[in-house]
């Protein structure tokens, strides 16, 4: 579970048509810091509901996210987690 995001770099948030926030308009360089993630006694996985109006783009987790056909058009991603426990910022 995320709280919410505290700090970003270049990217902007928008409600999302389906209900909820998301992070856009994400670049190179740009980032975000998430507060507050809880991955409790050890996360397995790590899972994004993603969107991409271009070719796409890596979440630095290395999820590699393709193409969908619009920032609005979603799919599920995930990669495999080891030595996440507790509850930590991410970045």
């Not at 919410?4 to 670049?27: D, F, K, P």
């Not at 783009?57 to 991603?77: F, H, K, N, P, Y």
Request: charged share 20%; hydrophobic share 35%; proline share 1%.
């Amino acid at each position: 579970m995320v709280k919410h995001a505290t700090r970003t770099t270049g990217v902007e948030t928008e409600w999302t048509a389906v209900g909820g926030l998301n992070v856009g308009w994400i670049e190179n360089e740009d980032s975000i810091k998430v507060e507050g993630a809880t991955f409790g006694t050890g996360a397995r996985t790590f899972s994004a509901r993603a969107g991409s109006a271009t070719s796409g783009g890596t979440i630095e987790l290395r999820v590699t996210v393709s193409g969908t056909g619009g920032r609005q058009t979603w799919a599920d991603v995930s990669c495999p987690v080891s030595g996440a426990t507790g509850t930590r910022d991410l970045y």
